[in-house]
């Protein structure tokens, strides 16, 4: 299991080891030494996923104190581009984002530390993606901000997003609570 930086502190592309033979793949997406070695969280109370048809965006995310999340999400089924924004008032890297093409082939993940918005487009006709999560959902604590807002080039056209995501609000006029 590999950690790459990503250009945004504390957000790192988890790549694992892909162990391939004549039946198929053994792949594991998360061992609890090895994020211990590096300083990061180790649990993870809620696991969940969603599954998108092409061209939906979810994001972009962001659940609020007290309940703020690291987040480790992969696709499980077919491909997305997946995207963090830097979301922490004095982070070098505020209002910057990074993106990744997470596939049910290349089985990478993206660790999301507190502080930044996550969201992705299902590129492929149906993408699964799951989560693990430090913190346990809490209705009224979802916020982010409007997926089109942080200068992404979305690689979909005609996104289909939800009225709620569709209402955040644009990065240049979100408050944010989180720091670096
Ligand atoms: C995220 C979440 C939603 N829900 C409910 C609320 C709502 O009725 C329904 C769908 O919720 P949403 O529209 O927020 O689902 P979705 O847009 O898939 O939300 C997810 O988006 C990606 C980008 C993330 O990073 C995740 O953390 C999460 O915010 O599921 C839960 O019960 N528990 C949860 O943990």
């Given amino acids: ?13 988890v790549v694992p080891t892909v162990h391939a033979d004549d039946r198929g793949v053994l792949v594991k997406t998360y061992l609890e030494s090895a994020f211990a070695d590096r300083g990061l969280p180790t649990h993870f109370p809620e696991q969940f996923y969603s599954r998108s048809r092409q061209g939906v965006v979810r994001g972009l995310h962001v659940q609020l104190p007290p309940a703020a999340q690291d987040k480790l999400v992969c696709c499980i089924a077919g491909e997305v581009f997946d995207v963090v924004v830097d979301l922490r008032a004095g982070s070098p890297t505020y209002g910057r984002h990074a993106s990744f093409s997470l596939t049910a082939e290349n089985w990478q ?14 590129v492929s006709e ?43 609000p644009p990065l240049a006029e979100y408050r944010t609570p989180f720091t670096a």
């Fill in 1 to 13: 299991m590999e950690f790459r930086e990503t250009g945004i502190a504390g957000c790192h592309l």
């Fill in 109 to 122: 993940l993206v660790y999301i530390p507190v502080g930044l918005a996550h969201g992705f487009a299902a």
């Fill in 126 to 168: 149906q993408a699964t993606m799951g989560y693990l999560a430090t913190a346990e959902y809490a209705p009224g604590t979802d916020g982010g901000i409007r997926w089109d807002s942080a200068g992404v080039d979305w690689p979909v056209e005609a996104p289909l997003v939800s009225a709620r995501d569709a209402g955040l």
